[in-house]
């Protein structure tokens, strides 16, 4: 008789949009490739990224305290007639009665949320004692970056947190970034959602970019993504008379291309969690600029050797910083070089060594 697999759950908001939903869908590739058996619980039926594993909506059950009742007997249900083994949390938890009430009575198998991001307060209740009461009992907490886990323990006291990288599926990544694009000019690249919270910071980097000698250069700039705030950032550039050197690309399903043949990627945010635009472009070969905010971008860029850190949100280095990277020609080969070699760091293979010591 083989071995009954192991039922792994993986509890999110829905498979599209934003980083961690993506983290969703690629954890699932990963286990079902290990040989776990998969399966997710979402909270919207939206699905755009490629996954692996069955699929349990709760969004019929999703309005009104009956429906939020009745949700909760179905997940807690489905939860013991599946008989999951571990679920893993991927959502924001935000709502702190909800969280206390699913831990205590509808989580019925070890419970591992996952923080992606350093803003604990998607995640955490300001208040301490509450955010005991929720996850003291954890099987795990996992954090993404050991940035994360640092300030959880510090500001919390767990003793049950761990940092797992995200996985990148380098060979998807090299296959799709052999896709054609239309650029026949040498640019610059900046990718994320343009939300109205402007994390990303996109506003400053277009100006940044205006009073650097790249403005006048050959090199554009070019970004990924799209929100409530592109037409004002369409707006800017428009007002700084830099149309014909700025560009939008919206939303792209398959960003890699773009990646691959960027000159270098910058990223300019008020904070992260562990940014995968920064392995993806690693990835196809990419140097990379970031600031050293917190979290990730320090434990991703080895400086000098596969792009460069610039002291966190100060505008004026980061200008140099990015004229430097193409006024360097001996730096920018030496980190073009050595684009890669952080990849095995962020294997499928490493991914499934990390989490085989939590699922036992």
Partial sequence: ??????????????????????????????????????????VNPEIEFDYRGKVKHLSPFKKGMFNRLKRFLVLRKFIQTEQIDYLIDFRSRTKPIMELLLTKFV?????IPTVHSYELNFYFPKCKW???????????????????????????????V??????IDYATIQQLAEKPISLNFPYILAAGRMDEDNI???????????????????????F???????PQFEQLVERLQLKGKIHFYGFQSNPY????????????????????VLTETLACGTPVISFD?????????????????????????????????????ELYSNCKKNAQNQKDLHSFEQFIKDWKTILT
């Fill in 1 to 42: 008789m083989q071995d009954k697999k192991i039922k792994i759950g993986l509890l999110g908001t829905c498979l599209a949009h934003g980083g961690a939903n993506k983290m969703q869908a690629l954890y699932s590739i990963a286990f079902e490739n290990a040989g776990y058996e998969v399966h997710h619980i979402l």
């Fill in 107 to 111: 989580f019925t198998c070890p419970y």
């Fill in 130 to 160: 509450i955010s005991k009461l929720i996850y003291q009992k954890a099987f795990k907490i996992t954090a993404i970056s050991k940035t994360i886990e640092e300030k959880i323990i510090d500001l919390y006291g767990f003793s049950n």
């Fill in 162 to 167: 761990t940092t797992i990288y995200n996985p």
């Fill in 200 to 222: 990303k910071q996109f506003d400053k980097l277009i100006e940044t970019y205006a009073q650097s000698d790249l403005a006048t250069s050959a090199y554009h700039l070019v």
């Fill in 224 to 230: 990924l993504g799209d929100g409530v705030l592109r």
């Fill in 257 to 276: 291309p773009f990646m691959k043949k960027a000159h270098f990627l910058v990223l300019c945010s008020k904070n992260e969690g562990y940014p995968t």
């Fill in 293 to 329: 905010c917190a979290s990730g971008p320090n434990e991703i860029i080895k400086p000098n050797e596969n792009g460069l850190l610039v002291e966190n949100q100060n505008f004026e280095v980061l200008k140099i910083v990015m004229e430097r990277m193409i006024s360097d020609k």
